[in-house]
């Protein structure tokens, strides 16, 4: 009897009693814990540096961000392309790992301007969501002011957390088009699937209804890391004109070569898009010079 009297008064010491008060403030504590965690610790999570994949070869760039950080990108020319796509990758590669992959949208008939993040590759520092959308601006006016492209010729394309940085300059400056490639809604709803933090990180989902340029949205049906519902959502979203491609049998890292020659060809049928709503856009306004 004693025994047993000693393990209540125990429990009662460790663990306290049971009410729902308690279990209240238990639950708060642990979300307050979460919220300090993920606000301190999310861009590192979000962002994994890597050691550089490529040397500092006769084609690489740097292009200095407003802090002096100095970033390393490459571009490749398709001298008769009609447009030039600004590319943003995804959290685990460099723009050594996509150097294959760059050529063949050159042998597409595009050209490409790619680069790192900081912390990435061969650029200085450490990327966070705030940098990252700074440094895609001086890219882009980079590739405008340096490489004299025009502003309506440029595509910005992201993979994966890419498309968030894609996305905002998609609202902040002008070009013809976005294309989103296995994009998320938010960053932190990858692990959540239900908004739980008041501080998330890449608001795709909301950005996306103030892009203005034609859309496509490529995803895998298979994607494990960020479920297709995530395109899905962002597709819906857009605003018009707007193009998907859902990849039967495709995962998150494998979409171009699973989805082989489909992948190239909706491509094409979205850059006919741009170029129609360019053309129409185009009209509109010499209407308007005439009725002037």
Request: hydrophobic letters at 40%.
């Amino acid at each position: 009897m004693k025994k047993a009297e000693d393990k209540r008064r125990l429990r009662k010491i460790l663990i306290g009693e049971l009410s729902v008060k308690r279990v209240i403030c238990s639950i708060v504590f642990v979300y307050v814990c979460l919220l300090a965690f993920v606000y301190f610790f999310s861009d590192r999570m979000i962002f994994l540096g890597r050691d550089s994949g490529y040397g500092q070869g006769q084609d690489t760039i740097k292009i200095t961000a407003r802090d002096g950080t100095e970033l390393a990108a490459i571009y490749l020319e398709e001298p008769n392309s009609e447009f030039t796509i600004l590319y943003s990758h995804g959290n685990g590669e460099d723009i050594g790992d996509l150097r294959g992959f760059f050529e063949m949208f050159v042998d597409e008939g595009y050209s490409v301007l790619g680069y790192d993040y900081r912390g990435y590759g061969r650029s200085e520092g450490r990327a966070v969501e705030k940098n990252v959308y700074e440094d895609v601006e001086m890219v882009y006016e980079y590739l405008v002011g340096d490489l004299n492209t025009p502003p309506e010729k440029i595509i910005a394309m992201g993979r994966s957390v890419g498309g968030g940085v894609a996305m905002h300059l998609a609202c902040e400056r002008e070009v013809s088009s976005l294309i989103l490639e296995g994009a998320f809604v938010t960053a932190f709803r990858v692990m959540t699937r239900v908004p739980l933090v008041p501080f998330d990180k890449f608001r795709n989902i909301d950005k996306i209804r103030d892009v203005r340029c034609p859309v496509l949205v490529v995803h895998g049906k298979d994607d494990r890391m960020i479920p297709i519902w995530h395109g899905e959502k962002l597709f819906n979203a857009a605003n018009e004109p707007k193009v998907n491609l859902w990849v039967e049998g495709a995962g998150h890292n494998d979409l171009s070569a699973v989805a082989g020659e489909r992948y190239w060809e909706v491509l094409k049928e979205f850059t006919g898009v741009v170029r129609a709503q360019r053309e129409e856009e185009a009209g509109q306004g010499l209407s308007k010079q005439r009725e002037q």
